[in-house]
């Protein structure tokens, strides 16, 4: 709280390092107090990517022959291609933006489940396909607890649907459940080695656990697969 109080009262000597004093401009200070205030916003969409952030530092930066993807530990030439070929739901997986995430899922419904039959489902218990059902409507209805408990007794039936991984994986980033989130991504991939969408919600996840190395390089394969995918 107190860097917060910090941050708005553009108080930036107060935040730095003592042993940068004499390194950086008062604009300087001002400029990474604004990205500092931009990024710690509420809403994920109201943040900005780390592709936007490299950018906004180049200039700042002073050590030169250290560049800003080594200094933020980021693989080279990464941020670059992933940004030219990423589809709105890798976009908003970068940005941790759940609900342009929900509404995307819900558009897209179950016709990524390819190979997998629903009418092979109603030959089992009714009452195992009657819980999806609900958790479709709960997902539709932004109930998501209430999604989570159908889901998870549609899983329990021992029903596979990476798209129902997928919805619960949402549902729970949307409770902050980071870990349980990255298994049903995880589990959707399993189920769907080449669906982009389950390496999206996982770099999701793991932005959400701080994993953010990993997260770009789980967005790099989504990406990958999708330009396979459509090539």
């Given at each position: 709280?107190?860097?917060?109080?910090?941050?708005?009262?553009?108080?930036f000597?107060?935040?730095?390092?003592?042993?940068?004093?004499?390194?950086f401009?008062?604009?300087?200070?001002?400029?990474?107090?604004?990205?500092?205030?931009?990024?710690?916003?509420?809403?994920?969409?109201?943040?900005p990517?780390?592709k936007?952030?490299?950018?906004?530092?180049?200039?700042?930066?002073k050590?030169?022959?250290?560049?800003?993807?080594?200094?933020?530990?980021?693989?080279?030439?990464?941020?670059?291609?992933?940004?030219?070929?990423l589809?709105?739901?890798?976009?908003?997986?970068?940005?941790?933006?759940l609900?342009?995430i929900?509404?995307?899922?819900?558009?897209?419904?179950?016709?990524?489940?390819?190979?997998?039959?629903f009418?092979?489902?109603?030959?089992?218990i009714?009452?195992?396909?009657?819980?999806?059902?609900?958790?479709?409507?709960?997902?539709?209805?932004?109930?998501?607890?209430?999604?989570?408990?159908?889901?998870?007794?549609?899983?329990?039936?021992?029903?596979?649907?990476?798209?129902?991984?997928?919805?619960?994986?949402l549902?729970?980033?949307?409770?902050?459940?980071?870990?349980e989130?990255?298994?049903?991504?995880?589990?959707?991939?399993?189920?769907?080695?080449?669906?982009?969408?389950a390496?999206?919600?996982?770099?999701?996840?793991?932005?959400?656990?701080?994993?953010?190395?990993?997260?770009?390089?789980?967005?790099k394969?989504?990406?990958?697969?999708?330009?396979?995918?459509h090539?």
């Amino acid at each position: 709280m107190q860097a917060l109080d910090l941050i708005r009262g553009k108080n930036f000597l107060m935040l730095m390092d003592s042993c940068l004093e004499g390194h950086f401009s008062n604009d300087d200070g001002t400029e990474l107090v604004r990205l500092a205030s931009r990024c710690l916003q509420y809403e994920p969409r109201e943040r900005p990517n780390v592709k936007s952030l490299v950018t906004a530092l180049t200039p700042i930066q002073k050590e030169t022959e250290v560049p800003s993807h080594v200094l933020m530990g980021i693989p080279h030439g990464t941020l670059s291609s992933q940004q030219k070929i990423l589809t709105p739901l890798g976009e908003a997986c970068s940005r941790m933006d759940l609900t342009a995430i929900h509404e995307m899922l819900e558009k897209n419904g179950y016709k990524d489940d390819e190979g997998l039959s629903f009418q092979m489902w109603t030959d089992q218990i009714q009452e195992t396909l009657n819980s999806k059902k609900r958790g479709d409507t709960a997902f539709r209805a932004k109930e998501f607890e209430t999604a989570i408990e159908c889901y998870t007794h549609f899983i329990g039936g021992m029903m596979v649907s990476p798209t129902v991984f997928a919805r619960r994986c949402l549902c729970y980033m949307l409770f902050d459940m980071p870990q349980e989130a990255l298994g049903d991504a995880m589990q959707a991939q399993v189920i769907s080695p080449e669906w982009p969408t389950a390496f999206y919600l996982q770099a999701a996840a793991l932005f959400s656990l701080g994993m953010d190395k990993d997260a770009l390089e789980t967005l790099k394969d989504g990406t990958d697969l999708e330009a396979r995918k459509h090539s």
